[in-house]
């Protein structure tokens, strides 16, 4: 839980109650075995070498312990990844989700994505587009729970249904043409939390730390709670596109955390701290503080 009394979290997120790499990704003592090197198949899963992927088509398939160079693919339900190293460079995604097209084999409801590090282990222009990704946007009880996350374009895409927990999300990589986000969605869920993250970001051509969109279909049903946040244009994006698509509503942004260390121009939201967002339809801005001082956010787009 977060520290309510403490201020200047964001030196050091875990002394706060925070996300950091003290407490999260594989815990200690973990003993890997590497995939092709060691194991290249097992109950579930087996290694494709021709698109260098590991693929999950075993419904209740559970993958620990294991350190893979290169895309972990889940087509099945229930799958669990836990106590992990993924690392994957130039690919669009290090961990995909593939729900809601049972027809081509893609059933990925209920994917646990827990307690692993997950990113590219290369230089910034060599990043992954995305860290954990709803590929096709239709994927039902989703959790993304304590995971290290860097060197990624965008370090989790959730869009209908799920829970983004106790995650460190931090240096992301660039390449020309970059629009970073550090958790996002993209319009329409029934159910989708992001919950205690820590996101720290400094790079430019950053849109938010968190942002949620109405790209696919109008924004709703979204909370953004406790989470702590830095870097971007904004702090946080809300949903509403105006006409081209308004929010259905329940956008809720409340008890977040919002830090200056690493924010470009000197604060989180070179331009203010929350962008497409109104407080009708049942949105909700509330108990959003300053990192430093613990004094209330407000909705203005003035900055500090």
């Not at 989700?97 to 290369?122: L, Q, V």
């Not at 969605?185 to 989708?192: D, E, P, T, W, Y």
Request: proline share 6%; charged share 20%; hydrophobic share 35%.
């Amino acid at each position: 839980m977060p520290a309510p009394d403490r201020a200047d979290c964001a030196a050091l997120p875990s002394r706060c109650g925070y996300p950091d790499a003290t407490n999260t990704g594989p815990g200690p003592g973990t003993v890997f075995r590497r995939v092709p090197e060691d194991i290249a198949d097992g109950p579930g899963w087996q290694w494709d070498a021709k698109a260098g992927s590991l693929r999950v088509t075993g419904a209740g398939t559970v993958l620990e312990g294991i350190e893979v160079h290169g895309s972990v693919l889940i087509d099945a339900p229930d799958v669990t990844l836990r106590d992990s190293k993924v690392f994957a460079c130039n690919s669009y995604w290090i961990v995909a989700i593939r729900a809601g097209r049972p027809a081509d084999g893609y059933t990925a409801d209920g994917a646990r994505i827990e307690n692993n590090m997950i990113g590219c282990d290369g230089p910034p222009q060599n990043r992954s587009d995305r860290g954990v990704s709803d590929v096709y946007g239709a994927a039902k009880r989703v959790l993304v729970r304590a995971n290290n996350i860097w060197n990624v374009s965008n370090g989790v895409s959730v869009e209908v249904e799920g829970l983004i927990q106790g995650n460190f999300v931090h240096d992301l990589g660039n390449q020309p043409g970059d629009h970073h986000s550090g958790l996002s969605n993209h319009g329409g869920a029934s159910n989708v939390v992001f919950d205690l993250n820590t996101v720290l970001l400094s790079q430019e051509n950053v849109s938010a730390p968190i942002t949620v969109y109405s790209d696919f279909v109008p924004a709703q049903n979204v909370t953004i709670s406790r989470n702590l946040v830095s870097g971007g244009s904004y702090c946080f994006y809300g949903g509403d596109s105006g006409a081209f698509a308004p929010a259905r509503g329940r956008i809720r942004i409340l008890n977040n955390r919002l830090s200056e260390i690493y924010g470009q121009q000197g604060h989180c939201g070179t331009f203010g701290q929350v962008a497409s967002f109104a407080l009708n339809r049942g949105n909700e801005w509330s108990g959003n503080v300053w990192d430093d001082n613990l004094q209330p956010v407000g909705i203005g787009n003035d900055g500090r």
